[in-house]
Nanobody, 119 residues
Framework: VQLQASGGGSVEAGGSLRLSCAASGRPFSSHVMGWFRQAPGKEREFVAAIRWGTSRTYYADSVKGRFAISKDNAKSAVFLQMNSLNPEDTAVYYC?????????????WGQGTQVTVSS
């Protein structure tokens, strides 16, 4: 299985971006698809996740109300709509597939896509 993330770019504060992640194989209903990010000099952190079978979503407190994760079953794709972006959202964003919402259970990772938010 391979994950291909896209949609990053540079925006001004207050702007929006939509990230996409395409999976080469269809996730099972037991899988969880997630987005993580890593800013320069910082550890990778959880951003959002969605259970493939139930569509239940989870968010980091720092993005609640601004970001929305969704999926397209037919395309085996996951999306991250990011609104009201601020410079603290600047990071490389990664999509990943796991078996639970625990970070350690995400074992399939895509390449990152850079998001840069200027003030």
């Amino acid at each position: 299985v391979q994950l291909q993330a896209s949609g990053g770019g540079s925006v001004e504060a207050g702007g929006s971006l939509r990230l996409s992640c395409a999976a080469s194989g269809r996730p099972f209903s037991s899988h969880v698809m997630g987005w993580f990010r890593q800013a320069p000099g910082k550890e990778r952190e959880f951003v959002a996740a969605i259970r493939w079978g139930t569509s239940r979503t989870y968010y980091a407190d720092s993005v609640k109300g601004r970001f929305a994760i969704s999926k397209d079953n037919a395309k085996s794709a996951v999306f991250l709509q990011m609104n009201s972006l601020n410079p603290e959202d600047t990071a490389v964003y990664y999509c990943a597939r796991g078996t639970s919402i625990s970070t350690s259970d995400f074992t399939i990772w895509g390449q990152g896509t850079q998001v840069t938010v200027s003030s």
